[in-house]
């Protein structure tokens, strides 16, 4: 069985649904980047108000400040680990990869939630947090082409990538991604 996971997709493909399903069926520790972000932002502290415009305008937070919340998680991991949201970019790829290696936990596979634009958009309207405004979703389809779909071609290079139908019920998904973790 697969320990060391991540998610990879376009906002809204479900990353942190299926993510947090499946932390709840094997107690792998669940490590969402914009999870942990919004918590500081709700608690006030400095790094959340300096994280929150950008959050709310739909840009990526700097590659440091994620890189550090990362390292603090993955530190005092046991069971196993489940990436969602990170890395964003060839940069946090890098950084996440030198980490990996330095506490020798590498990464086994990546599932990647491929979904049409027009689901994902209906999807996160439907949702309503804060930054699922229309315009907000637009500014982060467009930083998901630029920056982070070339992630996929990275993974797919480190023969890590599983491809995953996002658009279909949640059980569907999971129990697909189940079958791919064995
Ligand atoms: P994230 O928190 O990562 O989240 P997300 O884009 O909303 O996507 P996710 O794919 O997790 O969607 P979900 O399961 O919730 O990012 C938010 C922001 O944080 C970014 O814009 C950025 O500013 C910042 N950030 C985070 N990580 C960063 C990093 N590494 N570097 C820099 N900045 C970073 O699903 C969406 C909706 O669809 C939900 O309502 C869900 O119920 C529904 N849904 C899910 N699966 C479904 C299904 N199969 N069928 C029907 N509905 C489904």
Do not use: C
């Not at 499946?22 to 608690?43: A, D, F, N, P, V």
Request: aromatic share 6%.
């Amino acid at each position: 069985m697969k320990k060391h996971l991540l998610f990879l997709g376009a906002p809204g493909a479900g990353k942190g649904t299926q993510a947090e399903l499946l932390s709840q069926t094997y107690s792998y520790l669940h490590l969402s980047t914009g999870e942990l972000l919004r918590k500081e932002i709700e608690m006030n502290t400095i790094l959340g108000m300096q994280v929150k415009d950008i959050m709310n305008k739909g840009e990526l937070v700097s590659d440091e400040l994620v890189l550090k919340i990362v390292k603090q998680n993955l530190d005092n991991n046991k069971k196993g680990w489940i990436l969602d949201g990170y890395p964003r970019n060839l940069s946090q790829a890098n950084s996440l990869n030198k980490v990996l290696t330095e506490i020798n936990q590498p990464l086994e596979v990546v599932f990647y939630l491929d979904i049409p634009e027009e689901v994902l958009i209906k999807r996160l309207l439907l949702r309503g947090r804060k930054d699922d405004t229309e315009e907000t979703i637009r500014t982060r389809v467009d930083i998901y082409k630029k920056t982070t779909e070339p992630l996929i071609q990275y993974f797919k290079d480190l023969s890590l990538l599983e491809y995953i139908d996002a658009d279909r019920d949640l059980k569907t998904i999971s129990s697909d991604i189940e079958l791919k973790m064995a």
